[in-house]
């Protein structure tokens, strides 16, 4: 028995889906602890694409209990339409194999009304968010006035805090942001349309995570985002609004810290953003547009290109720092193939100094200058690679160094987008 946290360890879509696919083989219990429909974590089997938003990357997996825990902000709507979309294709997702958290806050669509006006206002100085309402909702939880999942059971409450709280946003969403102002009745009603399907998923995931640990079973917490859009710890502002560090794990899911004994961070084989906000390693060249083109690096959630570099190890060590990670999985090594040489960011220069770690003020880490280690590249397709010592050893010393580098074993090496073309060391 094990728990397992599994992060992205860089800007998000590391590959944490395919990841957690693969892991759930071994768990009994797959927990997404933080965020929302902002991710996009996608799972290939035998050729067959399957993108997931809010229910866990272990659905998949006909045994394993699914949970969605507090710190997660649910839009009803999305969820039920990737229940309807995996139903079809005949995966049992019939509450007792998936459950939800009452304490989870529920995305409205004022939320998602004001993430679109607050955007549109910022004009040439956006987030580039990804438009869900994520923000907002979690403005609201903070402010002490969301709607969560267990008020579902409650239409008069629904209705007492969306009318309470439609007074505030109104104000802004008509004098301020010059949007339509939303109606109570409306709003209301569309949510308690909703209800008697969500209703049956409400469960107590604190408990049932419990139970498992109490029986000796493994539990898998999957994160969202990655370590640098950390609300605290990431390249603020440029960040989402939840905790994507490892720790939130507990505290997103109601158990205590000393029950997580593996964390997992997943890191790609160079570095990607989606979004604004600065990215030192990026590659505005040939280079760039080459990962991006091999790498399919468009985003699952909103389709937009992402911005791509060389693999940043100040990052990486910062990542390892925060969350204490025992291992990391490295993905999409197949797509640094035919490459002449490839780059390792170890160290920045920062107002004429040289600095390896990352500096904390606002809007240093866009004024900083990479300074690169060179590696010799390889040119074999290394997708049907089975084991550490198949890969060309070009490829081998890449992976060595970074773990010199940052301290920490590779333990999973990722060489294609379907689960079995993965190594494990
Ligand atoms: P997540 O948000 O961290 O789950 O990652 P995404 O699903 O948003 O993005 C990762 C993309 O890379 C997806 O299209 C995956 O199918 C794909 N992928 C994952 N691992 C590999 C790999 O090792 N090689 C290649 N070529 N693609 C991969
Ligand atoms: P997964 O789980 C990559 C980015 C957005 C934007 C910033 C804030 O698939 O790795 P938000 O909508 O959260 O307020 O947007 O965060 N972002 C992601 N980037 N992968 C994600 O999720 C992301 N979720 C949010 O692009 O820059
Ligand atoms: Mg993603």
Not at 109 to 117: E, F, G, I, M, T
Not at 181 to 209: G, K, M, S
Not at 340 to 367: F, M, N, S
């Amino acid at each position: 028995m094990s728990n397992t946290v599994i992060i992205g360890a860089q800007w998000g879509d590391e590959g944490k889906g395919k990841i957690v696919d693969m892991l759930s083989a071994q768990s009994q219990v797959i927990v997404r602890f933080h965020g929302g429909n902002n991710a996009g974590h996608t799972i290939k089997v035998k050729g067959e694409e399957t993108i997931l938003h809010l229910i866990p990357s272990g659905i998949l997996h006909d045994k394993v209990l699914c949970l969605i825990g507090s710190g997660v902000v649910l839009d009803p709507g999305v969820f039920l339409e990737e229940l309807d979309s995996l139903a079809a294709r005949g995966i049992d997702v019939s509450p007792g194999r998936l459950g939800l958290s009452k304490k989870t806050h529920l995305i409205m669509p004022y939320h998602k009304s004001l993430d679109s006006a607050r955007e549109l206002k910022r004009a040439g100085n956006k987030i580039g968010t990804t438009g869900r309402g994520i923000g907002p909702c979690y403005e609201d939880k903070a402010a002490r006035v969301g709607l969560r999942a267990g008020d579902l059971t409650n239409p008069d409450l629904v209705r007492e805090k969306v009318r309470r709280v439609l007074l505030e946003k109104n104000v802004l969403l008509r004098d301020l942001y010059k949007f339509d102002p939303l109606d109570v009745e409306a709003v209301c009603e569309e949510l308690l349309q909703l209800a008697p399907r969500l209703v049956p998923y409400l469960t107590n995931v604190e408990f049932c995570i419990e139970e498992a640990v109490r029986k000796g079973e493994s539990v898998l917490f999957e994160g969202a985002q990655g370590v640098h859009l950390d609300i605290d710890h990431g390249t603020y502002p440029f960040v989402t609004s939840s905790n994507t560090v490892a720790g939130n794990a507990a505290t997103g899911s109601g158990i205590a810290p000393s029950l997580l004994d593996r964390i997992v961070g997943i890191a790609k084989a160079y570095s990607t953003r989606v979004g604004s906000g600065p990215l030192p390693t990026e590659l505005l060249d040939d280079t760039g547009s080459y990962l991006r083109a091999k790498g399919c690096e468009f985003g699952a959630t909103t389709g937009r290109p992402r911005r791509c570099g060389w693999l940043d190890a100040v990052v990486l060590r910062e990542s390892v720092r925060l969350n204490g990670l025992t291992d990391i999985a490295l993905t999409k090594l197949d797509v640094l193939q035919n490459l002449p040489a490839l780059q390792i960011c170890v160290a920045y220069e920062y107002e004429g100094r040289r600095i390896d770690r990352l500096p904390q003020e606002e809007g240093a880490l866009g004024k900083v200058v990479p300074i690169y280690e060179e590696l010799p590249g390889f040119e074999e397709d290394i997708s049907a690679c089975a084991s550490f010592d198949e890969l060309p050893k070009e490829a081998r010393i890449y992976v060595r160094r970074i773990e010199e580098l940052i301290g920490v074993k590779i333990s999973i090496i990722s060489v294609g987008s379907d689960r079995r073309q993965t190594i494990v060391r």
